[in-house]
């Protein structure tokens, strides 16, 4: 399984960026970067994915470290709907498709 | 926007009795997957399933496990003789092909209780 390493739990105030660190020391070099994330009561939900360059999308930005050992999350501005597990995965590529391991992920808490 | 859509969305159950989770994956979608998170931990991989046929599997998945495309819409979990520990909710999840570029979309799971 692909390994990443991400901080238990993370608190930011409303209408402040956040920063979700992510650390995938392992990752090999086809394997894409992808976050997803848990609201409570919910299923996991797509948040962003990238491979080598940083990515912007309506509900994040992903910035990939040059070496592709780290990854980070952004939230311009959080929301308190904003609050959830933030799971960061690589997904790696086998012969039968794609396999997606989730770790712990990072428990965001929004401050109003 | 299109959908996986999971039933039962709760289901009680005595232990030993034999449980099927259903899911309709997203229509043009071609690999499916199940995951479980038991009340308060992470998302555990179950299974994966291509062309009619498991991918990969991990450990959870014994021969307690089985899944079946019985059609082409559905995709089941099936839970010969549940225990205690199967008590969890479980996550079908569908991707369109096998490339870098798709992401998974999951169904909102369906909650299993094991008394």
């Known amino acids: 399984d692909a390994k990443t390493t991400q901080p238990n739990s993370m608190e930011s105030n409303e209408e402040e960026p956040v920063h979700l660190p992510c650390n995938h020391s392992?990752?090999?070099?086809?394997?894409?970067i992808h976050w997803y994330r848990q609201l409570p009561s919910q299923g996991p939900e797509y948040v962003i994915h990238?491979?080598?360059s940083n990515v912007n999308n309506r509900m994040a930005s992903l910035a990939i470290a040059e070496d592709r050992k780290s990854s980070t999350l952004i939230l311009h501005r959080a929301t308190l709907r904003d609050a959830a597990v933030y799971y960061c995965?690589?997904?790696?590529?086998?012969?039968?498709?794609?396999?997606?391991?989730f770790g712990t992920g990072t428990s965001l808490t929004v401050i109003p | 926007e299109p959908e996986v859509t999971q039933t039962p969305s709760h289901q009680v159950t005595q232990m030993g009795q034999e449980v099927i989770l259903r899911c309709v994956p997203i229509?043009?979608?071609?690999?499916f997957y199940w995951y479980r998170q038991i009340l308060g931990q992470k998302v555990e991989f179950l299974v994966s399933?291509?062309?009619?046929?498991?991918?990969?599997k991990s450990e959870i998945f014994d021969d307690q496990f089985s899944v079946e495309r019985p059609d082409g819409s559905n995709f089941t979990l099936k839970i010969r003789s549940t225990k205690l520990e199967d008590s969890a909710m479980y996550f079908c999840?569908?991707?369109?092909?096998?490339?870098?570029?798709?992401?998974?979309?999951f169904g909102a799971g369906s909650r299993l209780t094991v008394l």
């Open positions: 392992t990752i090999s070099g086809t394997d894409y």
């Open positions: 990238g491979l080598t």
């Open positions: 999840a569908s991707i369109s092909r096998g490339s870098g570029a798709n992401v998974l979309t």
């Open positions: 229509s043009n979608h071609l690999y």
């Open positions: 995965i690589l997904r790696a590529q086998s012969n039968t498709g794609n396999q997606f391991y």
């Open positions: 399933f291509y062309n009619n046929e498991i991918s990969e």
